[in-house]
């Protein structure tokens, strides 16, 4: 089964094995270098692993990109207390579904990173915390840890090295806010998935109270490339601060849509017109969103020049998050997709926090009373004032992830609220 | 940090504009307190674990990117932290508009209006007018069980009573349900909170409207209530409370914190355990005479011919029953009258006792004691000797057919006998109402129960506590303390205790428990008796 969209320009590092059905076992992940990071890291020891990965300059893809080495580096040297690996496999940020192909296409591709992961850190113990919908993920996945427990590569005396390594597989029960680090914990202990207050953060008290690491699942994918190859090889892609290759996400508008691994620092517009295969029905983009929806809609204009690294991205006023590219066309009814976001936001606001619980409630409701006709200019002014509110007021982020988009579509698209507006006083006055 | 070997236990900082000093480990909440600065806050309570989410303590702290919440954040050495800065303020605005869009603000006619901390912030920092012109979403009420109802609209989801079920009950019977805006706080089961002994502190700690006493509803509002400070006489704890009352009449009862004694907390036995304050029925004025002789009389009358009744005694045997509901005071004086007339022959209480005890379990301290009287304690002090059943009866056979002198205080004498005191040559019965038993009193003196005088207590951790009239008395009854500190003056000729301070100074003067304390002394929170416990 040929995977749905290739482009010759594609850089295939995480990506090699996708649409390859072989690749699912551990002889078939073998053939494509499988199992060979891990080894090396065993070889070099936890510290050259972690050192490899800080030079490296890999960066978290689950959307903050803090770097991956100095995260692993603020775990206590002193393995006496149990130490975890949390593999974020929860992903739920719309418009993003790169991990879900990692692990569906590469599982022996993730469970090498968990073990990479769990070694650097001192772990014995990993949980892998899966996405409640996905289904066929969990079953591929189940199936994959079964098969490195029989050969050995998971459990106890990993390949012959002495080193114990654990993984369990666990399935979330479909919740955005267990996909924040520390809801994520929560939800595994068993309590409410609602994000906790740092400090302490996760590397002194995490999961069970103990130091805890959690990384993304493309991060950890990446890290048995980097422990076989070394951190300088890595760097070979992308920018200075922003090195290696990442998964492209692209949704909405364009011809073909797709999953596509490219350098980081490759030009957006490239990837609409060229990789994607250019607009639907030949229309005008008209607004981007880069990173997944918690991220500051671009415009069109802003696209123009923009790069997908970091700091391209932040230079063109949004942020690259998970690199989940949202393509809308001059068709798309901006102020819908905000709404339809807020009420995203709102359904998985986990509902602590007051300006988050109480304020992505009321941006929806107000949203929606717009895009009926009946909102007002001051309703703009309304809605800014709470995303403001919403923004840093809170334990996590998920409110500030809704403040962005409706800020940005306010100041970016504000004729098409108005339109909405007018449209709605016309009909009044009729 | 000074680095010369000897570790710094206190942190300074500044707190808008002024400098304050606080042990290491003090959330700069508790901080701006010291310097009498509120910082709002819904969440935190100081007898729960703070999960910071309710987002309006937030504060400015120089340095910090984001503003800090103030109940969880650690005072350290040199922060500057401003409570009242713009940013600050703005936020605090803007937390309370988020509470009030889909609040009902039916204050008019809800129970916590007056004293609710939501009507107290944005009275004080709140927009004129909300913005919000949305529909708000509806829970309704919902019964909780036990004493406990659920307003669920009014609520501000802080939790504090999910954690207080969790953490100090430790009975987790609470939980958030649904999530956002949907989120509301629900019972597991049926049953909810029925049965859960410790359950009305919930409504205590809720700072809105949201959990209201079944008890109290509709009652009163907050604002005609009058606040007394007294001690629960639910058992022997003795826990520290507040007479909240209206009309002269007992309303409901709150616990007062004292972290000795019961915290911030109270049993729902001891809270539901008011009614009998309020009761008609009561003795009224002084009554003399046996039997069908009984005729009202002034207290000048009742006195001056008892007085004489006792000054003529001559040394007679005196048997007395005193009660474990009288104060100190009040028992002090009971036995310095016995011993002043005659030779104190029997000298005893009887007190109700419950088959077990039921403890508080995240806060030890407290426990609802198998004593459900509050000064058993203070009478074991007092020289009075326990008898009868846990049922509070039997155990007067030696007093009933008493040939000397019989004086009762307290002691309603439920399962005696008509012929009570019958063989008494002078039966002497103080009481709040009359019984069947006291046929034979040639005196009936109406006394006031806890609520109606000072007095104290001392309670099963041997701690003296005080409590202050919440009531006015009925009719002519006084204090005991009163009566019987007259009598005991007249008998010694030094005179009438003017105050029932002026009555323990004279009682600790007799009585080697309490030497050396003072009524200043023991303040509104009470004191350990050491030597008596020691």
Redesign the interface.
């Known amino acids: 089964m040929a995977y749905p969209y290739r482009h010759e320009k594609e850089t295939r590092v995480l990506s090699e094995g996708f649409g390859d059905p072989a690749a699912r076992t551990v002889a078939g992940w073998k053939k494509y270098g499988g199992y060979q990071g891990i080894a090396r890291a065993l070889e070099i020891g936890r510290e050259a692993t972690i050192e490899e990965v800080k030079r490296s300059g890999l960066r978290g893809r689950g959307g903050a990109g803090f770097p991956t080495g100095l995260k692993w580096s603020f775990m206590p040297k002193d393995t006496r207390r149990p130490h975890y690996l949390l593999c974020n496999a929860d992903e739920s940020e719309p418009g993003t579904f790169k991990d879900r192909e990692i692990i569906r296409w590469t599982p022996h591709q993730l469970i090498e990173g968990c073990l990479v992961g769990s070694y650097a850190i001192g772990a014995s113990h990993c949980y892998i915390y899966l996405r409640g919908e996905f289904f066929e993920s969990t079953r591929v996945m189940a199936r994959a840890l079964e098969e490195a427990y029989e050969e050995g590569l998971v459990g106890k005396d990993i390949m012959g090295s002495g080193v114990d390594i654990d993984m369990t597989l666990h399935v979330g029960a479909g919740?955005y806010?267990c996909g924040e680090e520390t809801g994520m914990m929560n939800s595994l202990e068993g309590r409410?998935g609602e994000p906790r207050?740092k400090p302490p953060f996760p590397a002194a008290v995490g999961a069970f109270g103990m130091p805890t690491t959690i990384n993304n699942v493309e991060t950890l994918a990446a890290t048995p490339h980097i422990a076989r190859h070394g951190g300088e090889w890595y760097r070979q892609w992308g920018t200075d601060k922003s090195p290696g290759t990442k998964l492209f996400c692209v949704s909405g508008h364009v011809n073909k849509p797709g999953n596509y691994e490219f350098p980081l620092g490759f030009p957006l517009m490239e990837l609409i017109e060229d990789v994607c295969g250019g607009m639907r029905d030949g229309n005008a983009p008209k607004a981007v969103i880069p990173g997944g929806s918690s991220v500051p809609i671009m415009s069109a204009d802003d696209c123009r020049d923009c790069t997908l690294c970091y700091e391209g991205v932040e230079a063109a006023g949004s942020m690259l998050g998970c690199a989940s590219v949202i393509v809308m066309d001059e068709t798309a009814d901006i102020v819908k997709q905000v709404r339809r976001m807020a009420y995203f936001y709102?359904?998985?606001?986990?509902?602590?926090?007051?300006?988050?619980?109480?304020?992505?409630?009321?941006a929806t409701?107000?949203l929606r009373?717009i895009e009926d006709g009946r909102g007002t200019e001051?309703d703009l002014d309304?809605l800014i004032?709470?995303s403001?509110?919403m923004t840093?007021?809170?334990?996590c982020v998920l409110s500030d992830s809704l403040a962005m988009p409706i800020i940005s579509s306010i100041e970016k698209f504000r004729d098409d609220y108005l339109a909405l507006i007018r449209r709605g006083e016309r009909v009044g006055a009729a | 940090m000074p680095d010369n070997g000897r570790k710094a236990d206190t942190v300074t900082l500044t707190i808008d504009g002024r400098e304050v000093t606080v042990p290491k480990g003090t959330s700069l909440l508790h901080a701006a307190e010291g310097l009498g600065v509120e910082v709002p806050h819904y969440c935190y309570h100081p007898g729960l674990s703070a999960?910071?989410?309710?987002?309006?303590c937030?504060v400015e702290v120089e340095g910090a990117?984001?503003?800090q919440?103030s109940c969880?954040t650690m005072a350290e050495d040199g922060q500057v932290v401003h409570t009242e800065s713009p940013s600050a303020v703005r936020?605090r605005k803007?937390?309370l508009?988020?509470?009030l869009?889909?609040h009902p603000l039916d204050c008019p006619i809800c129970d916590m209006s007056g004293e609710c901390m939501l009507q107290d912030y944005v009275f004080e920092e709140g927009r004129e007018k909300g913005?919000?012109?949305?529909?708000k979403?509806v829970f309704g009420r919902d019964d909780f069980g036990g004493d406990v109802l659920f307003y669920g609209d009014r609520c501000?989801?802080c939790t504090r009573c999910v954690r207080f079920m969790d953490e100090v009950a430790r009975d987790p019977r609470l939980t958030?349900v649904?999530?956002?805006?949907?989120?509301v706080i629900d019972t597991f089961f049926e049953h909810g909170l029925e049965g859960a002994s410790y359950a009305g502190n919930i409504v205590d700690i809720c700072p809105v409207g949201a959990l209201v006493s079944k008890d109290f509803l509709h009652k009163a509002r907050a604002w005609d209530l009058d606040h007394t400070e007294s001690i629960c006489p639910g058992c022997s704890q003795g826990c520290n409370i507040e007479l909240h009352t209206r009309d002269n009449l007992v309303q409901r009862l709150k616990p007062r914190e004292n972290q000795e004694v019961n915290g911030h907390w109270m049993c729902d036995y001891g809270r539901a355990n008011y009614e009998w304050m309020n009761h008609p029925g009561r003795l009224e004025e002084p009554e003399v005479g046996r039997g069908n002789d009984r005729r009202p009389a002034d207290w000048q009358e009742a006195l001056a011919s008892l007085f004489q009744r006792l000054s003529d005694a001559g040394g007679a045997g005196v048997r007395i029953v005193g009660s474990p509901l009288a104060s100190n005071e009040a028992l002090a004086g009971l036995a310095a009258l016995g011993g002043e007339v005659g030779s104190i022959e029997a000298c005893v209480f009887r007190s109700p006792r419950a088959p077990d005890e039921d403890p508080l379990p995240g806060f030890p301290t407290l426990v609802r004691r198998r004593d459900l009287a509050p000064n058993v304690d203070g009478a074991g002090i007092l020289g009075f000797e326990r008898v009868g059943g846990d049922d509070a009866a039997g155990g007067l056979r030696e007093v009933a057919g008493h040939d000397g002198i019989i004086l009762v205080l307290g002691d309603e004498l439920r399962d005696q006998s008509e012929d009570f005191g019958a063989a008494a040559s002078l039966f002497v019965y103080l009481g709040t109402a009359d019984s069947p038993a006291a046929r034979n009193a040639d005196f009936v003196l109406p006394v006031t129960t806890f609520a109606e005088e000072e007095g104290s207590f001392v309670n099963v951790l041997g701690r003296v506590q005080r409590f202050r009239q919440g009531l006015q008395a009925p009719g002519y009854a006084r204090p005991a303390w009163l009566v019987l500190g007259a009598l005991v003056g007249a008998l010694r000729g030094d005179g009438t205790p003017a105050s029932a301070a002026d009555a323990f100074e004279r009682m600790a003067e007799a009585h080697a428990a309490f030497a050396g304390l003072t009524w200043e002394a023991i303040g509104t929170s009470g004191t350990r008796l050491e030597a008596a416990h020691a």
């Open positions: 919740a806010i409410r207050i709102s359904h998985e606001s986990c509902g602590q926090c007051t300006p988050c619980r109480e304020g992505t409630t009321w409701r107000i009373r001051d309304t004032e709470i403001e509110q840093g007021t809170t334990i | 999960p910071a989410q309710c987002r309006i937030l990117p984001k503003l919440p969880v936020m803007g937390v508009e988020f509470y869009v889909n913005r919000s012109r949305e529909p979403r501000v989801m958030v649904e999530r956002g805006s949907r989120a």
